[in-house]
Structures are given as C-alpha cells and as structure tokens.
C-alpha cells in the first residue's frame, strides 16, 4: 500500500512539475516586411521563437483577434518578428494590435537590455575582388547544388520540406584583365546570434568576367532538420563583412 502511495505521489508531482505557464503578451504591429512583420510587445515577460500569434484590434479595451495563424521568428530588443505564408496582404495590418501566446515567457536579463538586435541587411563591396555586391539569395535543394536555371529563389522555407538551404551571391565590376582568387566565409546565425555553422569557400573572378555568382549552402540530407525561427547568412571576404540577409523556417 506504501509503495502504491508512493507512485502516486510521484505520479502528481511529476504532472505538476510539468505543467506550462502560458501568458498573453499584449503589443502592436509597428512595420510590415514582404510576409514579415515586426510587433512591438509590451509588458515585463519576453517571448519565445514559435510562439503563436493572433493579429486583430481593441473593442471596449477588449482584444478581438481577426487572424490568428501567425508565429514567432525572432524575438529582439523589445519587438518580435512573426510570420504567416498564407496571408494575403500583411501592409493592411500596420497598426493592429496583437496578442502572443507564450508557453513559458521569461524575464529580461541583462543581456537582452545590452542586446540591440540585428542590423538592417548588408549587401557592400568586396575590396580585394575591386567588386560589388549585386544581390544574396536563398534556394533549397538536395544534397548537392542544382544548376542555376532550376533553382527557385524565396526566403521562406518549410521546415518539413526542407533539407539544405544555400546561398547565391552576384558580384559585378569592370573585367579585371586577370583572374583574382579569394575565399568566401559564410556564417549560419539563428536570430538569438547564436552561431550554427562556418565554413569556407574557394572561389575566383576571371579575368574577362563583367559579373559572376558564387554558391554553396548548408543543412542536412533529412527534413525536419531545420526548426521554425528567422535565420541570418552572413558572408566575408579578407574578415570583412560583404553581405547579410536574412531567411525564415516556418
């Protein structure tokens, strides 16, 4: 009877022990980007990546949700990044009020009062190469890269479908007249700036060339690999920063 007591006991405590807190964080949408858009939160709990988010307005001091299908991103310096693929045209919600969702929302530390969030999107030049930055775009694939003409670029990736995502990178000058050899160093980040993957690619500019793209990426040959959160490439050249964009798992 004791040992029966005893699992019970245990039994209980483990269920409660295991319970969630969930908060509703109250903020507004402040900026609209493409599918992106950016909430201002309020109140003295952060949130965290994936936690669902309704979007809708303020009737009485009540909130009434009017789409309710959107998630968390990132979570920087006060404001939160969400996405929903699905919605036709977030520009119409600049203004809305907001309401997350969040299981187990935390207290900011000192580091989040330092943190200042990431900058905008870098794309500059690259001395060595005498080149500029045309543009950084993301692709998915299989292991291994598919030939320009059968990429499809996007910054939005399903982390169900989803195995490697890679980057393409254009450069442009005036023909340099010989070939210039350099090594591209590409940086994963998830949006807390964690750092997740690094590594280095040869690459070169030929002498007659106006313009050239240079590739390569990373992940894993199973899906699911990628977790739902906003992510940002960033590439150098010599220890300079040439371009930085950011892509989306949802």
Not at 66 to 91: C, H, K, Q
């Amino acid at each position: 009877m004791k040992k029966i007591l005893s699992i019970v006991c245990c039994f209980i405590i483990c269920i409660c022990s295991s319970a969630q807190s969930v908060s509703n964080i109250p903020g507004e949408v402040t900026e609209v980007r493409d599918k992106e858009v950016i909430i201002d939160y309020t109140g003295e709990l952060i949130p965290n990546v994936g936690d669902p988010v309704s979007i809708g307005f303020e009737v009485d001091g009540d909130f009434v949700p009017y789409d309710v299908t959107w998630i968390v991103m990132e979570v920087s310096g006060g404001g939160v990044s969400a996405l929903n693929m699905n919605f036709e045209n977030p520009r119409q919600l600049l203004g809305y009020k907001a309401m997350i969702k969040s299981k187990n929302p935390r207290r900011p530390t000192y580091y989040d009062v330092i943190q200042p969030g990431w900058p905008g999107n870098i794309i500059g030049i690259v001395p060595m190469v005498g080149a500029q930055v045309d543009k950084l775009l993301f692709f998915k694939s299989e292991k291994g890269l598919p030939k320009v003409d059968q990429r499809k670029y996007t910054k939005y990736f399903s982390a169900s479908e989803t195995q490697y995502i890679n980057w393409h990178l254009n450069l442009r000058r005036s023909p340099p007249g010989k070939r210039i050899d350099f090594k591209i160093i590409a940086k994963y980040f998830k949006s807390d700036g964690k750092e997740i993957a690094e590594y280095n690619k040869d690459s070169y500019f030929d002498a007659d060339w106006s313009s050239s793209y240079h590739s390569s990426g990373w992940g894993s040959t199973n899906t699911g690999f990628w977790k739902i959160g906003k992510y940002y490439v960033q590439l150098y050249v010599n220890d300079q920063l040439i371009a930085q964009e950011p892509f989306f798992v949802y």
